[in-house]
Structures are given as structure tokens and as C-alpha cells.
């Protein structure tokens, strides 16, 4: 059988098996470059794109810059999500010039991934927001006055940071004008690392903390997290607020996450002020192993049991000298941080403060 020859005439015909297979071939982008979203603003993902190094020369040339492209989301990736810290290949208009539009169309394997589900006290659907990707470390950043302290906010974000795996500082601001030892004494038995900011004073501590990381901060408004990127960014620009004097409660001023490069190298990513961080997508099993002194106590538990109530087996491991009583204290709080516990406020009747 003679081969079809096509012509003008068959400009409608498209020649193999069909259109259908030829969907699930998807084009390898080899020449996608690199870029790293620091920001995200209704579907358009501002990502920062360095530059290719120039080969053999001899001259000795101020190196070039990197340059931000403004970039949407490709079709191919379906309901993949970008958010800010994510590493994305980018194909199109790269040039990074204003009113260009370059395209993702893939989003690198992350190291890790911070995530809240909704508020367990009003929405029980267990959906994760993912809050930035890539970070190696959280900053609980929290007032010790001005607004008061919230430990069940810190537990939970403990919580949120033991899932993702990411190593946690806690940040105490406004430390003139409360002391910060009674809610050191909360966290000590777990071991987490801390840095007491004093106003007008140096942040070269915290800076130690930063230098060469991606950290990501987080706290509940009016806290001064905006203050502090100000301070170690200097050209940041974020809005700062002040605290509601009648609720006791900030204002959010940080309307998206924001990725900042510091001066000393590394980055830090500044969150919007939260109010509420539900765990609803932590299994009590994340909890626990990050207590690993007392996981084999729980080999006498009942099945089911959830460490919080009468049966389980850790009191008696304590009491066998085991464990230290008071890290069998810290991990019930923050199982009961988990289920949604009421958190103890000052103004108990406000209901702005639950």
C-alpha cells in the first residue's frame, strides 16, 4: 500500500494514531532555568532567577545580578501547589522585564513542607494549608507582654514543626517588659533553643541562629515579627501595627509569606500574623516521636489509647524512674494542644481571645 502523500488540502488532518496519546506526553523543559518563589500574590509567583556565570573570561567582571521574574503557574501541573521557598523550573519570558510572564512548570522534591489545617474549633475538614516549603528552621517569634503569652499557640506550632521536621527557635520579644523565665520553664524539659530580644538592643544572637538557614517565622499578631525583619532586613519595608488596647490582640499588617535574603546569607521568611494553627493532619504518633524517651513506655498503652487520659501506661513508666515526670507533662500539653484544648487567656470572658 502506497505511502499518503498530504498536501495543502489536508490541513485538518493531523497524521498518527490520534491527539489523545499524544496529551500524555508531557515535554521535558530541558531548558527550564531555575528560580526561587519569595513571594506569591493571587496566582502570580514572584520567583528570584540567578544568573549564568559567563565561561573563559579573562576580565575580571563585576559578577551578574540575580533578577526576579514574575511568573503564573502551567497547566500541566494541575492542582500542584506552589507556595513561597519552593524551587521551580521555569520555561517562557525570563528576562525578568516588567510586564513579562514567565511560566512554572515544575516544582523541585521539597526537604520539607510546614503546614496548618483549619482551625479544629470551626472547620473539622482536616484540609492542609501549606505555609512555605524548604525552611530548616522555625522561629516561634511571642511577646512576653503587650500581647500576653499564648503557650497552647506555641505547642501548637511546636507540633506543626515536629511533623514537618524542622528545627525550632522561640524568640521572646517585649522582654522589657516582662521577664521571660516562668514561660522558659514550659519548654525546657523539651529542649528548645531560645533568644530573649530586648528593645533597642542588638539581635547578634538571633542573627547566629539565621545566618546561612531558610527560617521561617511565625506568631500570632502584634508579637513584633515585622519589627525584627525590619531590623535584620533593613530595606524590608513591612508594615508594623499596634496592639488593640480593648482586645489585647494585633492587627495583620503581613498579608502574605514573603521570603527576604539577609545580608550575613540566608533567608528569612516572614508569615502573616495568626490567630488560630489547627493540627488536624498531625497523628498523635508525629507527637510522640519527638519524645523519645518516653516511646517504649507506650508499649503497654491499650490500643487506641491517647496518652491523655486514665489507662495509659506512660504514668507508670514515669513513676518506674524511666522519665523524667516533667517531659510526660509537656508531651500531654501538647497532645491536648492538638485536640483543640481551650487555651488559658487572661480575659476569659472576651471571646476575641479564644
Not at 490541513?11 to 527550564?32: F, L, N
Not at 520555561?91 to 522585564?97: F, Q, T
Amino acid at each position: 500500500m502506497r505511502k499518503r502523500e498530504y498536501d495543502e488540502d489536508d490541513v485538518r488532518v493531523r497524521p498518527g494514531k490520534g491527539s489523545r496519546p499524544r496529551t500524555r506526553i508531557r515535554p521535558a523543559h530541558e531548558d527550564a532555568v531555575e528560580g526561587f518563589v519569595v513571594a506569591v500574590d493571587r496566582g502570580r509567583y514572584t520567583t528570584l532567577v540567578e544568573p549564568e556565570r559567563p565561561k573563559g573570561s579573562a576580565q575580571k567582571r563585576k559578577p551578574p545580578q540575580p533578577r526576579l521574574v514574575v511568573a503564573m503557574k502551567a497547566r500541566e501541573l494541575g492542582r500542584k501547589g506552589v507556595v513561597v521557598g519552593d524551587r521551580v523550573a521555569l520555561v517562557g519570558d525570563v528576562s525578568g522585564r516588567p510586564d513579562t510572564l514567565a511560566r512554572v512548570v515544575r516544582v523541585e522534591p521539597r526537604t520539607s513542607m510546614l503546614r496548618r489545617s483549619a482551625d479544629d474549633t470551626e472547620d473539622t475538614d482536616g484540609i492542609e494549608r501549606p505555609i512555605v516549603a524548604n525552611a530548616d528552621q522555625l522561629v516561634i517569634v511571642t511577646a512576653l507582654a503587650d500581647p500576653p503569652p499564648r503557650p497552647r499557640m506555641i505547642d501548637r506550632i511546636l507540633v506543626a514543626a515536629f511533623d514537618a521536621e524542622i528545627d525550632v527557635l522561640l524568640c521572646l520579644t517585649k522582654s522589657d517588659l516582662a521577664p521571660p523565665g516562668e514561660l522558659l520553664s514550659l519548654y525546657e524539659p523539651l529542649g528548645v533553643p531560645h533568644v530573649v530580644v530586648h528593645k533597642g538592643g542588638p539581635l547578634d544572637e538571633l542573627c547566629d541562629h539565621l545566618t546561612g538557614r531558610i527560617s521561617v517565622m511565625v506568631g500570632h499578631s502584634g508579637v513584633g515579627k515585622s519589627t525584627l525583619v525590619n531590623a535584620l532586613v533593613p530595606d524590608a519595608n513591612r508594615a508594623v501595627s499596634h496592639v488593640n488596647a480593648v482586645t489585647g490582640r494585633g492587627r495583620h499588617t503581613s498579608t502574605s509569606a514573603v521570603a527576604l535574603e539577609l545580608p550575613e546569607g540566608g533567608w528569612i521568611i516572614d508569615t502573616p500574623g495568626v490567630r488560630s494553627f489547627g493540627l488536624a493532619h498531625v497523628s498523635v504518633e508525629t507527637v510522640l516521636a519527638a519524645f523519645p524517651d518516653l516511646v517504649e513506655g507506650t508499649v503497654e498503652c491499650p490500643k487506641g489509647c491517647t496518652h491523655l487520659g486514665e489507662g495509659c501506661a506512660l504514668d507508670a513508666w514515669v513513676a518506674a524512674g524511666n522519665a523524667d515526670h516533667h517531659r510526660l507533662e509537656s508531651l500531654r500539653r501538647l497532645l491536648s494542644s492538638r485536640e483543640g484544648t481551650p487555651e488559658e487567656s487572661p480575659h476569659r470572658d472576651d471571646p476575641a481571645n479564644d
